[in-house]
């Protein structure tokens, strides 16, 4: 069965880079035909699409966080990895990883339990 | 960009029937997907291409799209059905996803 796992700091002080990771277990992530994707949820808010990877490395970014943000994966530990630069509180969010229920970006039928990023000095 | 526009919120008595709208401009000619968030919980996908249905997702839950709305419908309503549900569906012109600003469904 496969599960989804992110981990990160849960405090980032304004101006810093955030950095999460999602470890996948019960399927590799380069055997699949799957995109891999970031998820965030401000408190008390809806849910917002950050970015995908594709196991072939296409690279995709919602434009409100593009040129911040870099999604990348590493296959030898079967994890993939998102990193948002000079955050502010606005950055404040539960971070969901996930996977595609098929081969298209979307839906996504595979979530992690989420972690909380706070910005805060 | 693509907006998807959702009811804030629906209240409904159990053993009743709960439908959630998401409408979008022409919404009927893109494939609509539903979550289910239940609270402190991560979303479940509930619907996928308009109308079907993961394994272990219960015949209670449906889907239609047509026009500018896409409804899902929740039938024979349980206090476990209380959650958030949010629509999303892939804005072609942007090329990226997009999810519809959530509807609370509150159970009586």
């Known amino acids: 069965q496969l599960q989804l796992q992110e981990s990160g700091p849960g405090l980032v002080k304004p101006s810093e880079t955030l950095a999460l990771t999602c470890s996948v277990s019960?399927?590799?992530?380069?055997?699949?035909?799957?995109?891999w994707g970031w998820i965030r949820q401000p408190p008390g808010k809806g849910l917002e699409w950050i970015a995908s990877?594709?196991?072939?490395?296409?690279?995709y970014y919602n434009p409100s966080v593009k040129s911040r943000d870099t999604i990348s994966v590493d296959t030898s530990k079967n994890q993939f990895s998102l990193k948002l630069s000079s955050v502010t509180a606005a950055d404040t969010a539960v971070y969901y990883c996930?996977?595609?229920?098929?081969?298209?970006?979307?839906?996504?039928?595979?979530w992690g339990q989420g972690t909380l990023v706070t910005v805060s000095s | 960009s693509y907006v998807l526009t959702q009811p804030p919120s629906v209240s409904v008595a159990p053993g009743q029937t709960a439908r959630i709208t998401c409408g979008g401009n022409n919404i009927g000619r893109k494939s609509v997907h539903w979550y289910q968030q239940r609270p402190g919980q991560a979303p479940v996908l509930v619907v996928y291409?308009?109308?079907d249905r993961p394994s272990g997702i219960p015949e209670r839950f449906s889907g239609s799209n047509s026009g500018n709305t896409a409804t899902l419908t929740i039938s024979r309503v349980e206090a476990g059905d209380e959650a958030d549900y949010y629509c999303q569906v892939w804005d072609s012109s942007s090329d990226l996803p997009v999810f519809g600003t959530g509807t609370r469904v509150t159970v009586l």
């Open positions: 996930a996977r595609s229920w098929g081969t298209a970006m979307i839906p996504l039928g595979h």
């Open positions: 990877i594709h196991y072939s490395g296409s690279t």
């Open positions: 019960g399927g590799a992530i380069s055997s699949s035909s799957h995109y």
């Open positions: 291409d308009d109308s």
